[in-house]
């Protein structure tokens, strides 16, 4: 069973940049799909990016789409992902997550979750 541990969060101001990472540890990504979920205080946790196992295999939301980049290192069992022109609306807890199997923006196809990292994005 693969751990999930996130990084990169913070404050940042609208229009900025950040990039989190979420490492894993206990086996490798190899057949594993991954993901990043976000979840605002008194919202439904939602789907933000997906990366599948089979190369180029990707997912956005569309709030999202052009703004962020999912990336996965498979070198150092890491997961990315690269968040550009920020808004106060991506203000959220984010949570990696992997799968079996492929992509999903169903949060309950996933069985394994990181603790999560806050982003803040000051207007």
């Known amino acids: 069973q693969v751990q999930l541990i996130e990084s990169g969060g913070g404050l940042v101001q609208t229009g900025g940049s950040m990039r989190l990472s979420c490492t894993g540890s206990g086996r490798t990504f190899d057949s594993l799909s991954l993901a990043w979920f976000r979840q605002a205080p008194g919202t439904e946790r939602e789907f933000v990016a997906a990366?599948?196992?089979?190369?180029?295999?990707?997912d956005y939301a569309n709030s999202v789409k052009g703004r962020f980049t999912i990336s996965r290192d498979s070198a150092q069992n890491t997961v990315y992902l690269e968040m550009n022109s920020l808004k106060p609306d991506d203000t959220a807890v984010y949570y990696c997550a992997a799968r079996r199997g492929g992509i999903n923006r169903i949060p309950n196809y996933y069985t394994v979750w990181g603790q999560g990292t806050q982003v803040t994005v000051s207007s």
């Open positions: 990366s599948g196992w089979i190369r180029d295999d990707s």
